[in-house]
C-alpha cells in the first residue's frame, strides 16, 4: 500500500510513503514488514535535470529458512536513503542521445540509527545514448551498473534481499538482469549449490540498436556486448 504525491504545494517536491508486508520464497524463505517515507524534489543546480530524493524506512526482518547460510531469525532495521539521479535522454522508449545517471546511497543502524542491523550500501548506475549519422533511428547504447555493500560493525545480520543478485530477464524482484542466464544463477553459490547473492556487483553492456519504426511505439533490432557478475566481497571481486 502506497501513496505519492508528486507535485506538493504546486512546486516540483514529491512526498510519499509504503506500507509492506510481504514473504519471499526464493532459496531463502524471508518476511519482511515496514514502512516507508520518501521525499524528493528537482534541482537548479547544476542544471534542473537533476533530482534527490530522501526515504526513511522502518522494517521487521524474518528470516524463515537461510539454507544454512543465512541467519534465520528477526531482526529491527532503520534505514536511511539518498539519491541524487540525472536525466536528459530525448525519448523515454527508445532514447537515441543524452543520459542517465544515479546514485544511491543507503545507511543501515551504524553510528546514528537504531536496530540490530549496521551496514551501508551503495549503487551507481549509468547508461549512455548517442546518435549514429544523426539519426534518432540508429543509436549506440552503453550502461554501467555497479553496487558494494559493506558491514559496519562485522557479523551484523544483513537480510538475503539487501544482496545483490544477477541472471535472467530482471522480472524477479531485487535481480539485475543478465542475458543468457537463468533468474539469479550467475555469482557465488553455497555448500548445497544455491545462489547465494553477492556484495559486490559489476555489470557492462553496449548496444547497437536499429529502429524500423517509432510510430505508433517502437520496433528494433539490436546487436549487444554484456559481461556481468555478483562476488561474495571486495577482494574477491575481479
Same mark, same amino acid.
Given at each position: 500500500?502506497?501513496?505519492t504525491?508528486?507535485?506538493f504545494?504546486?512546486?516540483p517536491?514529491s512526498? +510519499? ?10 532459496i531463502?524463505?524471508?518476511r519482511?514488514?515496514g ?14 535535470? /537533476? ?6 524506512? /522502518? ?6 529458512? @537461510? ?30 542521445? @543524452?543520459?542517465?545517471?544515479s546514485?544511491? @546511497?543507503?545507511?543501515? @543502524? ?5 536496530g ?18 544523426? $539519426?534518432n533511428?540508429l ?11 559493506h558491514? =559496519?560493525?562485522? +557479523? ?10 544477477? +541472471?535472467?530477464?530482471g522480472?524477479? =524482484?531485487?535481480t539485475?538482469?543478465?542475458? +543468457? ?7 557465488p ?27 505508433p511505439?517502437?520496433i ?15 577482494? $574477491?571481486?575481479?
Amino acid at each position: 500500500l502506497g501513496f505519492t504525491e508528486p507535485w506538493f504545494m504546486d512546486t516540483p517536491t514529491s512526498l +510519499g510513503f509504503d506500507l509492506f508486508d510481504t514473504r519471499q520464497r526464493y532459496i531463502y524463505d524471508l518476511r519482511q514488514t515496514g514502512i516507508t517515507l520518501r521525499a524528493g524534489r528537482r534541482l537548479k543546480w547544476p542544471d534542473d535535470r /537533476f533530482y534527490l530524493q530522501g526515504l526513511l524506512r /522502518f522494517q521487521y526482518n524474518d528470516v524463515l529458512d @537461510g539454507r544454512r547460510f543465512y541467519a534465520e531469525g528477526i531482526s529491527r532495521q532503520y534505514t536511511l536513503g539518498l539519491t541524487l539521479s540525472r536525466n536528459d535522454i530525448d525519448n523515454p522508449i527508445f532514447p537515441s542521445t @543524452g543520459s542517465k545517471i544515479s546514485f544511491i @546511497g543507503e545507511l543501515t @543502524g551504524g553510528p546514528i540509527l537504531p536496530g540490530d542491523v549496521d551496514y551501508y550500501k551503495l549503487e551507481l548506475k549509468t547508461d549512455w545514448y548517442r546518435r549514429l549519422f544523426n $539519426s534518432n533511428r540508429l543509436t549506440f547504447y552503453t550502461g554501467i551498473d555497479l553496487g558494494y555493500i559493506h558491514e =559496519i560493525v562485522k +557479523g551484523t545480520t544483513i537480510q538475503p534481499f539487501e544482496f545483490f543478485y544477477m +541472471g535472467g530477464n530482471g522480472l524477479i =524482484i531485487a535481480t539485475t538482469p543478465l542475458r +543468457g542466464y537463468e533468474d539469479r544463477s550467475v555469482g557465488p553459490v553455497s555448500e548445497d549449490g544455491f545462489t547465494i547473492g553477492g556484495r559486490v556487483k559489476a555489470k557492462y553492456v553496449a548496444e547497437l540498436r536499429a529502429a524500423l519504426t517509432l510510430e505508433p511505439m517502437p520496433i528494433y533490432f539490436l546487436l549487444f556486448a554484456e559481461a556481468g557478475n555478483t562476488f561474495l566481497d571486495l577482494p $574477491s571481486a575481479d
